[in-house]
């Protein structure tokens, strides 16, 4: 489960990355909090990006999944 601040506008876009940048999941912010199935990424190290309306990204942290 991923958590966010209130800070961060629902409609926002939440992107999971491999370390080479490359996409494995994407989740549109509906709440303060999504969940990912590690079924869904499978097991490693990922980072997490934010995309706001104006498609602005902002890191916000680091997955890792075992």
Not at 6 to 13: A, C, N, P, W, Y
């Amino acid at each position: 489960t991923i958590t966010v601040n209130g800070l961060i506008k629902q409609g926002s876009t939440i992107v999971i990355t491999d370390v080479l940048g490359r996409p494995v999941a994407t989740h549109r912010l509906t709440g303060n909090s999504i969940t990912i199935n590690s079924d869904e990424i499978g097991k490693g190290f990922f980072l997490v990006h934010l995309h706001d309306g104006k498609d602005q990204r902002q890191f916000l942290g680091k997955l890792v999944i075992q």
